[in-house]
């Protein structure tokens, strides 16, 4: 599962977040088994907003019980991405790029037929 957080502070929002929490909302409608989404304040980082953090290979429960986006154990295989600037394009780009790790990593984990 994929866990997408949009930070919605004032500043994310004046610097455009608004225009991307409608699209990731129609990529979850998509696959809701796939996307988590989630909407948070500010972390700081103004300068870089609107900030997109992608959190991979995290299950229902791991999400609800760790609010903070920089925790998880990476030796599990979770990953955290912090986009900056974020465009409605380059929102489709992060997405796509995100759902290919996913598919490999699924692949990856799938024993191999034996002839």
Given at each position: ?115
């Amino acid at each position: 599962m994929l866990e997408i957080r949009l930070f919605r502070g004032s500043c994310g929002d004046a610097a455009g977040a608004t225009e991307l929490w409608p699209l990731l909302q129609e990529v979850q409608i998509k696959d809701p088994s796939t996307y988590l989404l989630k909407q948070v304040g500010c972390v700081g980082l103004c300068y870089q907003e609107p900030l997109v953090a992608v959190r991979e290979n995290i299950s229902d429960a791991e999400a609800a019980k760790n609010p903070d986006i920089f925790q998880g154990d990476p030796a599990s295989g979770q990953t955290t991405f912090l986009y900056g600037k974020v465009t409605p394009q380059d929102l489709a780009l992060i997405i796509k790029f995100h759902e290919g790790r996913q598919q490999r990593d699924q692949q990856a984990a799938r024993p191999h037929d034996i002839l």
